[in-house]
């Protein structure tokens, strides 16, 4: 039984396996290590995923669905022409493409998967990573937080028998940070602390906003085609600031070309507010572990954002020594959950981390204090597991009746740091019987147990009557009985996936949409001559001429992507 490990990014995902001795990235069907994170529905109303969808997203952004991690665990619906996909259905989509790479390449079937999460995830989006897994037809053998695999990553070639260190995680959307202790062979997750609505985007964000402030525009007065475009030229703009020192975004207007220069030093100005929001999970992972700057052993920075100069820079002054670039930003994490997946098949040749992971959210309940004379204080916030204990933990405690006769008592579930419910989420309602008594005379025990997977379970039992309750936590918009899993699984078993082995083509084509919308006059010919000459190849379906003109045309779309970047 082979398990594949995945990492599930807000930008880009990857699959890896353990092959001969070392956990192996497998490329896609166009060879690429990185699937982008993006769902596309075509003319056929077929299914495309990652570059073929990600070119989609600038000529049919209507259809084409990304950075939905974002949104995981709650109950957006995204259209795509006449569908309407939930987060972690467009994850199932990502999911299956990332299965049947790893199907190509082994050349067996895969039924099992380890995934990686932000360790900041909460329970729903765990929950909905799995589901996401379920829908893939994937049996989810474990979540992994992804600074965990990028610690194993790291760990495993660690020569020091001993070290500590900080894993400072900057991916597209998710800002995480871990410090973790490796000794003897034991892997210990000392704290984990980030933030879900931090990532490279923001910058990208950055980029955006000047452009539109520089000529006086406002995002809403953009079509949708266009605001993609701005996008796109942002991001590129972003990651020419990474090696160069300045760079021209250029963007197309019905009424000509708008440009604006901008130079790095000015970039990591407007990226000031950005970078303090970074510093703050940073301070608390090493409170919450205990820890002093100057006792870790390394910083270690993953994630494609950390590319960025500035966070080289930021987290230098931080921290008051260079991080590591040891690891690959892009594959530690994948390279992790494979190492993971091997661990479970438990393979001979790797020697096992034991790994402990904690709890990334303080959980409880509320409960209500008497203030006496009859009057109460409710919606008070009880702690029963505190943020960064070591999981699995299981944790009881004894509440009372509040009122004389009371017949009923209500738990709430809730999670987050605040004193007050108001200001936590609220995970799951349970209610529990108690014979009628004086107040104060009923008690129930509420035990919660969370596992290594940070998913919690909740029990509830009348400590006169014995009565249980036990709530898996019913996430309360989302939720799905198994059999609407299993119904919706059907579902989208039924929508058709274009197939993997015509992706090469069906890039070449989305990529010349794409450079004809970008581009004018001229080039448009070029492009559109290029594309006939190959879709009339497609027709005659001659495979040795279909893969000459396919390279011509290749070189076409490349000279004309080269054209545009140096205009
Ligand atoms: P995720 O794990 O969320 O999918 P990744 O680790 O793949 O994210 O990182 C994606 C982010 O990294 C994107 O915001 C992307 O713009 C950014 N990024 C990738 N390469 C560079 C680069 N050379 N310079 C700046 N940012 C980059
Ligand atoms: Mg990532």
Not at 166 to 195: H, N, P, R
Not at 210 to 226: A, I, P, R, W
Not at 287 to 296: H, Q, T, W
Not at 368 to 387: A, C, T, V
Request: proline share 3%; charged share 25%.
């Amino acid at each position: 039984m082979t398990i594949i490990g995945i990492d599930l990014g807000t930008t880009n995902s990857l699959v890896s396996c353990w092959i001969n001795g070392e956990s192996v990235i497998i490329p896609n069907a166009l060879g690429n290590r990185l699937t982008p994170s993006v769902v596309s529905v075509d003319e056929n109303g077929e299914i495309v995923v990652g570059e073929v969808a990600k070119e989609r997203l600038i000529t049919h952004p209507g259809k084409t669905a990304s950075v939905f991690k974002r949104y995981m665990g709650t109950s957006k619906a995204f259209s795509l022409g006449t569908y309407r996909f939930l987060p972690e259905e467009l994850s199932a989509f990502i999911l299956k493409s990332l299965k049947a790479d790893a199907e190509a390449y082994l050349g067996k079937e895969i039924t099992e998967a380890v995934i990686s999460v932000p360790a900041y995830f909460n329970d729903a989006q765990r929950r909905a990573t799995k589901r996401a897994g379920q829908l893939a037809g994937l049996k989810v053998e474990r979540l992994l937080s992804e600074p965990t695999a990028a610690a194993i990553a790291y760990g495993l070639h660690q020569q020091e028998p001993e070290t500590k260190f900080l894993i400072f995680d900057l991916g597209g959307g998710t800002f995480d940070v871990s410090i973790l202790e490796l000794f003897d062979g034991i892997m210990e997750v000392k704290s984990v602390a980030g933030d879900n609505f931090l990532g490279g985007e923001d910058f990208t964000g950055l980029l955006a906003s000047l452009f539109l402030s520089h000529h006086q525009m406002e995002q809403s007065e953009l079509s949708g085609k266009v605001q993609m475009a701005l996008w796109k030229q942002a991001e590129l703009c972003k990651q020419a600031l990474s090696t160069g020192r300045d760079c021209t975004m250029t963007l197309q207007f019905e009424d000509g070309v708008k440009e604006i220069s901008i130079d790095r030093a000015r970039f990591e100005q407007l990226a000031k507010p950005l970078l303090a929001r970074l510093q703050k999970p940073v301070e608390r992972a090493l409170r919450d572990a205990a820890v002093k700057l100057g006792e870790l052993d390394a910083i270690i920075l993953v994630g494609g954002a950390t590319r960025m100069p500035v966070i080289f820079s930021f987290t230098g002054k931080l921290f008051g020594r260079l991080p590591a670039n040891s690891l690959h930003p892009d594959e530690a994490v994948a390279i992790g959950v494979g190492i993971q997946a091997a661990m479970k098949e438990r393979h001979e040749d790797l020697e096992e981390i034991i790994l402990t992971d904690v709890c990334p959210y303080t959980l409880g309940t509320s409960i209500s204090k008497s203030l006496g004379n009859g009057r109460y204080e409710s919606g008070i916030f009880d702690p029963i597991i505190e943020r960064n204990t070591v999981v699995p933990v299981s944790r009881v405690r004894r509440y009372n009746t509040l009122i004389d006769n009371q017949t009923a008592i209500a738990v709430d579930t809730y999670q987050g740091e605040s004193r007050l419910v108001e200001n936590n989420i609220l995970l799951g309602e349970l209610t529990i019987n108690v014979p009628p008594a004086p107040a104060g005379l009923q008690s129930i025990d509420v035990r919660y147990t969370y596992d290594i997977n940070g998913i919690l379970e909740v029990e509830v039992s009348s400590v006169e009557t014995g009565e249980k309750k036990v709530a898996i936590i019913q996430e309360k918009e989302t939720g799905l009985s198994l059999e609407e899993i299993a119904e919706r699984f059907k579902e989208l078993e039924a929508i058709k996936v274009h197939p993997r082995e015509r992706l090469e083509n069906r890039l070449l084509l989305a990529r010349g949409e794409r450079l004809y919308e970008e581009s004018l006059a001229e080039q448009r010919q070029v492009i559109v001559d290029a594309m006939v000459r190959f879709e009339d190849k497609l027709k005659k379906q001659d495979m040795r001429e279909i893969k000459q003109e396919a390279e011509k045309l290749k070189r076409v779309l490349d000279q004309i992507e080269e054209f545009l970047r140096l205009w």
